[in-house]
């Protein structure tokens, strides 16, 4: 146990910003969905709320998330880039995210610490939590990108206000 | 045509465009190898394989150290295969002309493949098909999802996150990885599923390849081999499981291919540490592409052993070396990222199916201590029955009439899924003829390592009953092939009936896979 913590740490600090320089996240905090092809967080594992600012951007509209945050909605075509600051110690990000039966045309891209990922959101009938693992470190910005580029009634999108998770105390 | 339809069709043609290119990358390496390194045709085609399995590593082991590191190092060695290619195509001397064909067979029987998989097949649901579960229900029952854990592997590696277990109850550790790396390499874009299906199969009809290879490296001529290998991309085997892509023929091929230089007839003896190199490099790379390899390297091992094929010190150095560098770092993921990994070893050699806390060890300790001896040999007989159980009560139901004709295909389709006889089509012959082949002296050696791999997988598989063709390696059914291509270079007419064997194999193939 020792040696395997030691072997993540040390592929960690050289730098390994992938699997290997993590250790593997249990269950009971993280699964990948094939749906959705992404890995999302159980909501039993969600920490605090990242303080986000007013998104900048077209076509979305305010509504109610989970648990009564902060939600934003699509109707038809738009692009909104909502912008806030993770904590130093979390080590993923959990966007809420709620879609039509309709995939094509709407994806959401989170931008924190350099990196870049991309979610193709399918429909559910709940909130999705999808999982984005945060750069080691001090505090995030953490930019979320939702982009509806259909006009089709049955794709649209809603991004909620994300959570962090791991320990930020 | 709906926007729908075209869209699907569209992304249809962009997959199969992408499982193009494994076969390309095959003959870029394999072209590169007999030009450079003035190897003959089946050699640089092991060559080459070996080189397309550490470039599908590489990839693999990159991307967990650095995502980010997966599109540059992808178009650097794309790049390189692309430009290898082109120097082959110029070049285009007798060996790049010989090794086209094989090449071109696995590319064409993936194509096959697929077509038979999806055209004209409808969707699951309208604008959105589960490609995959519609790859696991198309000829048998509907299988479970082992299809989907290689793209699953892949997607978290691409996403940076690994959940424990990752895919149902399944760890990480559990599955080898080379469909996982060759899926990393070649797929271009975005995640799409029909790319990753459409790699895989390319992947899977390696065996054409590999059963060349394997063919001329015991000294079948060009043509007899190529009928060879098209026999066996038509075997209901290869197609059932090109189709559904849980990596068992890519190490099957790849096991092939070890087996090919190692069994040469006469061994090449020049360059041992190349030579070895090139072994075990294919041969790590079976084990990375399925555990199942064991028993089949057990059995060919226990061969080289008894025919005194060990091949010089310097050439089993380089082999050991390379197939440990190659799979090394994978038991190291095993023990220390996401242990313990032993969940199939404990399936398969102690008939422990539910997950628990113990190891290995402890599980065949307590397996093999609840058994009597008279259990253990009343199962191995079993075991061998199930081995080469007659197709005659499947091919007479088939033919008795009774039930639609579409049922009676999927009975036949099922049958073969569990049965080493029919699943090898026409080549079952060989299976039969097994011990003619051990006595007669030009495929010894080969029949030797068949027979002792099967013989090895009766006698380890825990469950009696469980030596149906996907509980095993499959590489004895490619070699039977072999051997029955072997055996047609004996005379004109031998490989007459070969040639007309294949061509009911073909068809036959065809009709109850492709067109039923």
Same mark, same amino acid.
């Given at each position: 146990?020792a040696?395997r913590?030691?072997?993540?740490?040390a592929?960690?600090?050289?730098?390994?910003?992938?699997?290997? /320089?993590r250790?593997?996240?249990?269950?009971?905090?993280?699964?990948?969905?094939?749906?959705?092809?992404?890995?999302?967080?159980?909501?039993?594992?969600l920490?605090?709320?990242?303080?986000m600012?007013?998104?900048v951007?077209?076509?979305?509209?305010r509504s109610a998330g989970?648990?009564g945050?902060?939600a934003?909605?699509?109707?038809?075509?738009?692009r909104?880039?909502?912008q /806030?600051?993770?904590?130093a110690?979390?080590?993923?990000?959990?966007?809420p995210?709620?879609? /039509?039966?309709?995939?094509r045309?709407?994806?959401?891209t989170?931008?924190?610490?350099?990196?870049?990922?991309?979610?193709?959101?399918?429909g559910a009938?709940?909130?999705?939590?999808?999982?984005?693992?945060?750069p080691? /470190?001090?505090p995030?910005?953490?930019?979320?990108?939702?982009?509806?580029?259909?006009?089709?009634?049955?794709?649209?999108?809603?991004?909620?206000?994300p959570?962090?998770?791991?320990?930020?105390? | 045509?709906?926007?729908?339809?075209?869209?699907?069709? %569209?992304?249809?043609l962009?997959g199969?465009?992408q499982?193009?290119g494994?076969?390309?990358?095959l003959?870029?390496f394999?072209?590169?190898?007999?030009?450079?390194?003035?190897?003959?045709?089946?050699?640089?085609?092991?060559?080459?394989?070996?080189?397309?399995?550490?470039?599908?590593m590489?990839?693999?082991?990159?991307?967990?150290?650095?995502?980010?590191?997966?599109?540059?190092?992808?178009?650097?060695?794309?790049?390189?295969?692309?430009?290898?290619?082109?120097d082959?195509w110029?070049?285009?001397?007798?060996?790049?002309r010989?090794?086209?064909?094989?090449? $071109?067979?696995? +590319?064409?029987?993936?194509?096959?493949?697929?077509a038979a998989?999806?055209?004209?097949? &409808?969707?699951?649901?309208?604008?959105?098909?589960?490609?995959?579960r519609?790859?696991a229900?198309?000829?048998?029952?509907?299988?479970?999802g082992d299809?989907?854990i290689?793209y699953?592997?892949?997607?978290?590696?691409?996403?940076g996150q690994?959940?424990?277990?990752?895919?149902?109850?399944?760890?990480?550790?559990?599955?080898?990885?080379?469909?996982?790396?060759?899926?990393?390499?070649?797929?271009?874009?975005?995640?799409?599923?029909?790319?990753?299906?459409?790699?895989?199969?390319?992947?899977?009809?390696?065996?054409?390849?590999?059963t060349?290879?394997?063919a001329?490296?015991?000294?079948v001529?060009?043509?007899?081999?190529?009928?060879?290998a098209?026999?066996?991309? +038509?075997?209901?085997?290869?197609?059932?499981? $090109?189709?559904?892509?849980w990596?068992?023929?890519?190490?099957?091929?790849f096991?092939?291919?070890?087996i090919?230089i190692?069994?040469?007839?006469?061994?090449?003896a020049? @360059?041992?540490?190349l030579?070895?190199?090139v072994?075990?490099?294919c &041969?790590?790379?079976?084990?990375?592409?399925h555990?199942?390899?064991?028993?089949?390297?057990?059995?060919?091992?226990?061969a080289a052993?008894l025919?005194?094929?060990?091949?010089?010190? @310097?050439y089993?150095?380089?082999?050991? #070396?390379t197939?440990?560098?190659l799979?090394?770092?994978?038991?190291?993921?095993?023990r +220390?990222?996401?242990?313990?990994?032993?969940?199939?070893m404990?399936?398969?050699?102690a008939?422990?199916?539910p997950?628990?806390?113990?190891?290995?060890v402890?599980?065949?300790?307590?397996?093999y201590?609840?058994?009597?001896?008279?259990?253990?040999?009343?199962?191995?007989?079993?075991?061998?029955?199930?081995?080469?159980?007659s197709?005659a009560?499947?091919?007479? =139901?088939?033919?008795?009439?009774?039930?639609s004709l579409?049922?009676?295909?999927?009975?036949?389709?099922n049958a073969a899924?569990y049965?080493?006889?029919?699943?090898?089509?026409v080549f079952?012959?060989a299976?039969y003829?097994l011990p003619?082949?051990?006595l007669?002296?030009?495929t010894?050696?080969?029949?030797?390592?068949?027979?002792?791999?099967?013989?090895?997988w009766?006698l380890?598989i825990?469950?009696?009953?469980?030596?149906?063709?996907?509980?095993?390696?499959?590489?004895?059914?490619?070699?039977?092939a072999?051997?029955a #291509?072997? =055996? %047609?270079?004996?005379?004109?007419?031998?490989?007459?009936l070969?040639?007309?064997?294949v061509?009911v194999?073909?068809l036959?193939?065809?009709?109850?896979y492709?067109?039923?």
């Amino acid at each position: 146990m020792a040696c395997r913590r030691a072997l993540i740490l040390a592929l960690a600090l050289a730098g390994c910003d992938g699997v290997l /320089g993590r250790a593997p996240t249990p269950a009971a905090a993280a699964r990948y969905d094939m749906r959705v092809r992404a890995v999302v967080v159980e909501p039993d594992a969600l920490g605090a709320a990242i303080a986000m600012a007013a998104p900048v951007g077209h076509g979305f509209e305010r509504s109610a998330g989970p648990g009564g945050s902060v939600a934003w909605r699509s109707s038809a075509r738009g692009r909104i880039s909502w912008q /806030g600051v993770a904590p130093a110690g979390a080590d993923a990000v959990a966007v809420p995210v709620l879609a /039509g039966p309709r995939a094509r045309g709407v994806t959401v891209t989170l931008r924190a610490g350099g990196r870049v990922v991309r979610m193709q959101p399918r429909g559910a009938d709940a909130w999705l939590y999808w999982r984005a693992s945060l750069p080691h /470190g001090g505090p995030q910005t953490v930019e979320i990108i939702a982009v509806d580029t259909s006009a089709h009634r049955d794709a649209w999108l809603a991004v909620a206000t994300p959570r962090v998770t791991g320990d930020t105390r | 045509m709906p926007l729908e339809e075209l869209y699907l069709t %569209a992304r249809g043609l962009v997959g199969v465009a992408q499982a193009a290119g494994v076969a390309v990358a095959l003959y870029a390496f394999s072209a590169a190898a007999a030009a450079r390194l003035k190897l003959a045709p089946w050699l640089a085609l092991a060559t080459g394989a070996a080189a397309l399995a550490c470039a599908g590593m590489v990839q693999f082991w990159a991307m967990a150290m650095t995502p980010a590191a997966g599109a540059p190092l992808r178009v650097a060695i794309l790049v390189a295969v692309a430009a290898l290619a082109l120097d082959a195509w110029s070049r285009r001397d007798a060996a790049d002309r010989e090794l086209l064909w094989p090449c $071109a067979l696995a +590319f064409g029987g993936a194509v096959f493949v697929l077509a038979a998989l999806y055209v004209d097949r &409808g969707a699951d649901e309208p604008g959105w098909p589960d490609w995959l579960r519609m790859a696991a229900s198309r000829w048998t029952h509907p299988l479970p999802g082992d299809n989907e854990i290689p793209y699953v592997f892949a997607d978290v590696i691409r996403l940076g996150q690994m959940p424990t277990p990752f895919y149902g109850d399944w760890l990480s550790s559990d599955r080898p990885p080379l469909q996982t790396g060759l899926y990393l390499l070649f797929s271009i874009g975005d995640r799409h599923v029909l790319t990753y299906q459409a790699i895989a199969v390319a992947l899977q009809t390696l065996v054409a390849p590999a059963t060349w290879a394997l063919a001329r490296a015991i000294g079948v001529a060009n043509r007899t081999a190529l009928i060879a290998a098209v026999g066996v991309l +038509f075997m209901p085997l290869v197609i059932q499981h $090109a189709g559904f892509v849980w990596p068992k023929l890519i190490a099957a091929a790849f096991l092939a291919l070890a087996i090919a230089i190692h069994f040469a007839k006469p061994f090449v003896a020049e @360059r041992p540490a190349l030579v070895g190199a090139v072994a075990g490099a294919c &041969g790590g790379a079976a084990m990375l592409g399925h555990g199942a390899t064991a028993f089949a390297a057990l059995g060919c091992g226990v061969a080289a052993l008894l025919t005194g094929r060990l091949n010089g010190v @310097r050439y089993l150095a380089a082999a050991l #070396a390379t197939a440990f560098a190659l799979y090394g770092p994978w038991m190291a993921y095993q023990r +220390f990222y996401d242990p313990p990994g032993d969940r199939l070893m404990k399936w398969h050699l102690a008939g422990v199916v539910p997950i628990d806390d113990r190891g290995l060890v402890e599980t065949l300790r307590e397996s093999y201590g609840a058994l009597t001896p008279d259990a253990w040999t009343q199962g191995r007989a079993l075991n061998v029955r199930t081995l080469v159980a007659s197709p005659a009560p499947a091919l007479e =139901a088939f033919a008795s009439g009774s039930g639609s004709l579409h049922e009676r295909v999927v009975a036949l389709r099922n049958a073969a899924f569990y049965q080493v006889p029919l699943s090898l089509g026409v080549f079952a012959l060989a299976l039969y003829a097994l011990p003619l082949f051990l006595l007669w002296r030009a495929t010894r050696p080969l029949a030797l390592a068949t027979g002792l791999s099967l013989a090895a997988w009766a006698l380890l598989i825990f469950e009696p009953g469980q030596t149906i063709p996907h509980q095993g390696s499959m590489f004895p059914q490619l070699a039977l092939a072999v051997l029955a #291509a072997r =055996a %047609a270079t004996t005379h004109r007419w031998a490989g007459l009936l070969l040639a007309a064997l294949v061509g009911v194999q073909a068809l036959s193939g065809i009709w109850l896979y492709g067109l039923s």
